[in-house]
């Protein structure tokens, strides 16, 4: 049971980890055993973001690449196999959020969600996927939503971006999966991260989220550390296809 959970000798990359969720995750893997790679778009950010990993014991490495940029992903990924090791699993979690009304949604804005939250996902889980098929083992986790499975007012791109990872994760499972490769997904609820902190400063909002949910308040993006572990570990084996919320009960609730 000790070694059930435990991640030493793995390498995991995680897209979008010099911030947020992202970073928090990274580190709650390392706290495991892990040898970490922080990817992101902006050198200096990802540097701080290793350096205080690395501050704190930990194995880190930094790749630079945009996850929608195909030759970047594929020299990115090449030079991280070639000079780091092999990836062991693979976190889809770079992403983005823009919020207009549905008829004024600017179509550049659109097309950008689509490209990072969607495509990206496709792009690096592809380019990965080819090496962990030819090793005959690798584990894919893509970071999922609330949106996966329900709408919200102002992010119909985003909703319909994440409902589309959703999707993927299973049909990359249905082919993966006789190559010992397991592709789940964790569909957060709603943390407080950089990326939510305007409607954490709402409070007719933050009022509205506590009476929706079950667990009455925010999540904080350490709980999430729990299902990373979980689906990066010896104790996922037989777990594919599945999209694991962590959302304090809000889909549960009517």
Not at 84 to 91: N, S
Not at 127 to 147: E, F, L, P, T
Not at 246 to 252: E, H, I, P, S, T
């Amino acid at each position: 049971m000790n070694t059930l959970f435990s991640l030493a000798g793995k390498r995991i990359l995680l897209t979008g980890s010099a911030q947020g969720i992202g970073f928090v995750m990274a580190r709650g893997l390392a706290e495991q055993g892990a040898e970490v790679i922080i990817n992101g778009t902006h050198a200096e950010r990802a540097e701080n973001a290793a350096m205080k990993l690395r501050d704190e014991g930990f194995t880190a490495h930094i790749s630079l690449f945009n996850v929608a940029d195909e030759a970047a992903v594929e020299q990115a990924i090449t030079q991280i196999e070639n000079h780091i090791g092999p990836i062991d699993v693979l976190f889809n979690n770079a992403g983005i959020q823009r919020r207009h009304p549905f008829t004024e949604f600017p179509l550049n804005e659109w097309n950008d969600i689509i490209a990072t939250n969607q495509t990206g996902v496709f792009i690096v889980s592809q380019c990965v996927a080819k090496r962990m098929v030819a090793r005959k083992k690798g584990k894919i986790v893509n970071i999922c939503s609330m949106q996966s499975e329900l709408g919200r007012d102002t992010i119909t791109p985003y909703a319909a971006a994440k409902g589309a990872v959703k999707m993927l994760t299973r049909g990359m499972c249905v082919e993966l999966a006789r190559h010992n490769i397991q592709v789940n997904g964790i569909a957060p609820g709603y943390f407080q991260t950089p990326m939510t902190q305007a409607l954490v400063d709402n409070a007719e909002f933050s009022e509205w989220l506590c009476k929706r949910t079950p667990a009455a308040r925010w999540g904080n993006p350490e709980e999430l550390v729990g299902a990373a572990v979980f689906l990066s570990s010896k104790a996922s084996d037989f777990v594919n296809g599945h999209l694991l919320f962590v959302d304090g009960g809000m889909l549960a609730a009517v």
